[in-house]
């Protein structure tokens, strides 16, 4: 008994159905084909019909036949039931019945990525259109195109950094969460770039033994340029490359402050942003990476990770997740409902030639 309970249970395991809200019309199918049979399919229900419309005389003039054929017709339990069970098999196998063939384990082989975005307010600049911040978040979908197999976390930083994504394959997450971002989420304003920096390692240290890598887009404005260099050259100690997309021109903007204003210093000078090329510079070469100006063409992306990350970091084949691979049984009522279909139709058609 145990033994046969352990198989009924592992045959529950393993049999499963594709589309099972196929299965529902099943009662309907076998209530129609209970009332069809008991309103059309049975001789007396006949004979009652006709009595409703003529004398027992005459029915012979009326159905094609002898009275003792219409008393005894073995083939309309044939004929009244069979579309019904053909049609309940085609429901069956619509529903897709399979049984378990196996289940694989998929790898990927990529690295870990963690893009960090400036969102402070100087990425409102319009020294390239339509701004700072929406180049980048355009820019993101580019690097994004180019990954397969590679986890990408997604940092936002101005005063304070915070995480947005964690680590995912989920590429379109980052990228609707990409979009979303705008200075105004910021709590504390300002450019901290080492915080940025330090939380994207924060992002990365469960990734020990794979490839990983920071991919910071910004202007390059901070608050402390040696602390943000500290925090790279920790990247680098780290073995963590870090590749850098500058994002604005050397001639720089005014920051726009809402309603046609711009930001002023104290001294009441409205402060020009100007891309901090230098310092970006520095802060990639600390950190044994690459640093690209943002470009219109593709050659940023060919130079930052085409060049850059593609070649210098790590790609770890891991374990992704569990894909179960099912064998098909929709054949085994697909046959007999074709076959019960054609049959009823051969009946019908003899009929209609007799």
Known sequence: MDAFMQWVSLAV?????RSPGWLGLLPIITAAA?????RFGTSSGILRRLALYTEA?????????????ISNR?????TGFSPWIAVGLLVIALAGPRWLHEKQTVFRQGADIAVVMDISRS????????DRLTRAQEELHDLLARLHGDRVALIAFAGKAFTIVPLTTDYSAVARFADQLNPDMATDQGSNLAAGLLKAREALLSARGRGRAVVLMSDGGDHDHAVALAAAARLGRDGIP???????????????AGGGRYVHDSHGRAVLSRLHEDHLKLLAQAAGGVYARIRWDDADWQALYDHGIARMVKRTRTASHARTRWREEYGWALFPAMLMLGW????RFRQWLA
Request: aromatic share 18%; hydrophobic share 45%; charged share 20%.
């Open 123 to 130: 990425m409102d600049t319009k020294d390239i259109l339509p």
């Open 344 to 347: 009823w139709w051969r009946r």
């Open 13 to 17: 395991e393993q049999f499963n159905w």
């Open 34 to 38: 209970i009332w069809w049979r008991y």
């Open 57 to 69: 005389r005459f029915w012979p003039l009326v159905i094609r036949g002898s009275i003792e054929k």
């Open 242 to 256: 870090l590749f850098i997309l500058g994002v604005g021109t050397t001639a720089g903007g005014l920051i726009p």
């Open 74 to 78: 073995p083939q309309m339990v044939e």
